[in-house]
């Protein structure tokens, strides 16, 4: 494989297999990655990526753009009977460009946004204050409760004094099924825009593994590269319920993608989605979405019987979120996803609700199914990788985040050179080297 590459630019060929080996010999936790199809990989390495085709199918600004069209309608249709929309651009290059032009499509600059905050599971697009989406609008986010749902109560209270244009449901470490009903109640007491970012929950939407807010939604932004496995991009649908409350939504959609925010599509990327979109909507993907949930219900427990602690007690949907302070005290995270890392585990260091420590040093770590499901692991299997996770956790359960800001960058220093070291966690690496073998990646073949 990669030939040509490795004929042209060793040193480049190099990395490729270095990561490839990395994707096969460790254990993908990352709750937003996933494993492509070969087929999604050849359309995004085929000579699509060769065209110019500004505008959209029938009005191009350029020649030559007969089957384009045919490929990027051919991706809208089935995102429309997928998702059972009424209105479908794939054009967004990725989850956060699709985001931005739903702001572009509802809002003037200035105006009030609403999204769930940052550090409690929300999206940087959501109106996080480091992102474009706070500087040019106004942002007022809304927060979990102390379990980690999100605290309606509040939302409601905050959206009657504020009056935003636009609500964002939806977030990036959040265990719970997201109500959309509740979301939608509030939205239309305001007059606001619903807009419910699916860009985790997709796959599990589209196999019946999580509620659709389709009926509850005004604008549905999702990526194409987490639970629905297709290649890194994004779409937005515009439902029924947004063209009744704006019949023109769904051209201020496409305006705002293009010309508003971007140039050219990625014509070999949309090609990928159609076909990602074709093997979402088989029996086979449907059991696959619903054995993610499984996986992780499993994976909970195991981490739950070996000791940890997690938010939530549990979870919902693809996603956990391990709550590490009874172990590391505050500020831990980095500790268990470190110590993960040398085990042959790939997961982040996250903030828990209500979070004691900082964003930077956070107490928590993220982690979910979706890319060992695609390998084939089942529930059998998830409990191994929940003892794994516990036994590498405690191999360094004595480090604890110094108090004074100035002394951390030392300490974790130091606890990095101790873990790659430590000799449970190269056992346990041992182990998921040996593990991974009987769990290739699609298109490998056992070895
Ligand atoms: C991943 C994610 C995005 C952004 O996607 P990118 O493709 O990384 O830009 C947006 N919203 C949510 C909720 C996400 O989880």
Redesign the pocket.
């Known amino acids: 494989m990669y030939d040509r590459i490795k004929n042209q630019d060793a040193e480049l060929y190099r990395s490729i297999l270095d990561e490839k080996k990395r994707q096969t010999e460790g254990l993908e936790l990352i709750p937003?990655e996933n494993y492509t199809s070969p087929a999604v990989m050849e359309a995004m390495g085929s000579i699509l990526t060769n065209k110019y085709s500004e505008g959209y199918a029938g009005r191009r600004y350029y020649n030559g753009n007969e089957h384009i069209d045919h490929i990027e309608l051919l991706a809208i249709e089935r995102a429309k009977k997928l998702f059972r929309v009424k209105h479908v651009n794939v054009q967004p290059y990725?989850?956060?460009?699709a985001?931005l032009a739903v702001y572009l499509a509802t809002c003037a600059p200035g105006d009030t946004i609403m999204g769930l905050a940052l550090p409690e599971g929300g999206?940087l697009?959501h109106g996080w204050k480091v992102s474009a989406t706070a500087m040019f609008y106004k942002s007022v986010p809304y927060h979990v409760r102390a379990d980690g749902r999100i605290d309606f109560e509040e939302l409601r209270k905050l959206a009657r004094e504020h009056k935003p244009k636009l609500i964002w449901a939806?977030?990036?470490a959040y265990p719970y099924a997201y109500d959309y009903k509740k979301f939608a109640e509030i939205a239309d007491e305001v007059g606001a825009y619903l807009a419910a970012?699916i860009?985790?929950v997709a796959g599990l939407i589209v196999a019946g593994a999580h509620p659709s807010p389709v009926p509850h939604a005004h604008i549905v932004t999702t990526?194409t590269?987490?639970t629905l496995r297709g290649p890194?991009g994004?779409m937005i649908m515009v439902t029924d319920r947004g063209l009744k409350k704006d019949p023109d939504l769904a051209q201020k959609v496409d305006k705002a993608v293009f010309p508003g925010l971007q140039g050219g599509p990625h014509d070999h990327q949309t090609a990928a989605i159609a076909i990602a979109l074709k093997e979402a909507a088989t029996p086979k993907f449907s059991a696959y979405g619903k054995q993610i949930v499984k996986n992780a219900k499993a994976l909970a427990a195991s981490l739950k019987k070996n000791g940890i602690t997690l938010v939530a007690d549990g979870t919902e949907n693809h996603l956990i979120l391990l709550d590490l302070a009874p172990i590391f005290g505050p500020g831990g995270g980095v500790f268990g996803s470190d110590a993960m890392e040398v085990a042959g585990m790939t997961a982040n260091k996250n903030t828990i609700p209500k979070e004691p420590m900082s964003p930077f040093y956070p107490s928590g770590v993220r982690l979910g199914t979706p890319a060992l499901t695609t390998r084939g692991m089942k529930e059998r299997e998830m409990q191994k990788v929940g003892e794994w996770i516990a036994r590498s956790i405690r191999a360094v359960g004595s480090y604890r985040m110094p108090s004074d800001v100035k002394e951390r960058a030392a300490y974790i220093a130091r606890f990095k050179k101790g873990a790659a070291r430590n000799e449970e966690l190269l056992a346990i690496r041992k182990e998921i080297r040996s593990f991974c073998k009987k769990y290739p990646l699609p298109g490998d073949t056992k070895r």
Do not use: F, L, V, Y
Request: a positive charge; zero cysteines.
């Open positions: 937003s990725s989850g956060s460009p985001n999206h697009t939806g977030a990036t970012d860009a985790h990526t590269h987490k890194r994004g």
